[in-house]
């Protein structure tokens, strides 16, 4: 037979494990695994260049992350896959919010750019993705191609535009 008190144990200990299941925060991929390849004109590799990464959860609140990563000697970057933490009580509110939101600037999704800042020394094309927005599963490539408008200018030729 059951007794009140271990009734009361059993309640006690599922609603716990409920707790935990609504508010114990877990991750989600906000960025994938990117690799980045920075090349010349000619597809030589450059080294020492920046990239930024920046990603966010749309709908997570207004928080948004970035890093500016260097290039190795080979010209590569390796971004590491971005995770935002949030609970199941959050995901949901997020979601209805995003839902309920008439004006259709309300997202609730993941996403991810990358991008060569502006600087003096370089100009960008690029092949590949740039931008993220959940899908497709990554890891995720791209190539950029840089112009050095610094070599360009001593050589007395046009960079060209950004």
Known sequence: ???????LRIAGVAAAVLL??????TPSETAPAWTVHLVD????????A??????QF????????SALVKSDSTGTITLAPQREWGSLAQRVYYRAAAAADSSGRREYLPSAFIF??????????VRGPSLWRGEPEGPLETTFVLADCLAAAQHHEGCPAR
């Open 58 to 65: 749309s709908g997570w609140g207004e928080n948004d992350h």
């Open 50 to 55: 920046a990239v930024m990464e920046a990603w």
């Open 20 to 25: 935990l299941l609504v508010f114990v925060p």
């Open 41 to 48: 004109e000619h597809g030589a590799p450059v080294a020492d």
């Open 1 to 7: 037979m059951v007794t009140l008190g271990k009734k």
């Open 116 to 125: 060569v800042p502006v600087d003096t020394r370089y100009t960008a094309s």
